[in-house]
Structure formats: C-alpha cells, structure tokens
Nanobody, 126 residues
C-alpha cells in the first residue's frame, strides 16, 4: 500500500506560479510511476504529467508543456509539480496518483493508477 498526500495549492493570479508537492509513504521504492491529474469545475479528470520514479523520465500533456515541470526527490519520497505561467484554465483540483510498475505506457489513463491522493485546489484568477 502507498499513501499519497498533496500540498501546495492555493489562489494565484494569472501569469503566476505555484509548486505542488506529493509525498508518498508506505511501500515505496524505485518501481513506481507517479502522475499528476487535474479536475476542473464541471470537467473530467485529465492527465497532466507522469514520471517514472527510477530515472525521472517524464511525460507531459500538451496543454502544460513548456509551463509545468515535474521533478522528484528520492530522499524525501516526494514528487513536485512546478507550474508557471498559470491561466484561469488551469483552475482545478490537482491529484497525485501512483502505480507500482516500471512500464511507461498508457500513462495518461486514470485506470492505470491504483493509488490516489486527496487532491489540492489550485485557483487562478484573471
């Protein structure tokens, strides 16, 4: 079992930045894929990024490429999501998700992930 706890959400003006954190606890090792998803008001939950824990390889949704950067700190069992140039369209609850696997495919599918955090709210004002 893995527990995930997100933090770092808040209210920011358009053009601003936020850094989200996802701390993993429980059965953690290098054989995980960790992802960020988000769900805006009245929208489906959508893929944002996925990171292969062992080597840090990361994939991004087209909507966030060049603005968001995922990184990890192995010593702290933490994945970060640095979000820059935020716009009101980025307003959503952001969720961290994980799956114990070294395979890196189908990473954008919600059904791939067995473990989910509770989410952290990001609100971007215009």
């Amino acid at each position: 079992q893995v527990q995930l706890v997100e933090s770092g959400g808040g209210l920011v003006q358009a053009g601003g930045s936020l850094r989200l954190s996802c701390v993993a606890s429980g059965r953690t090792d290098n054989y995980y894929r960790v992802a960020w998803f988000r769900q805006g008001p009245g929208k489906e939950r959508e893929f944002v990024t996925a990171t292969r824990w062992g080597d840090g390889y990361t994939s991004y949704a087209d909507s966030v490429k060049g603005r968001f950067t995922a990184s990890r700190d192995n010593a702290k069992n933490t994945v970060y999501l640095q979000m820059n140039s935020l716009s009101p369209e980025d307003t959503a609850v952001y969720y961290c998700a994980a799956k114990r696997t070294t395979v890196f495919w189908n990473v954008s599918a919600r059904s791939e992930y067995a473990y989910w955090g509770q989410g952290t709210q990001v609100t971007v004002s215009s």
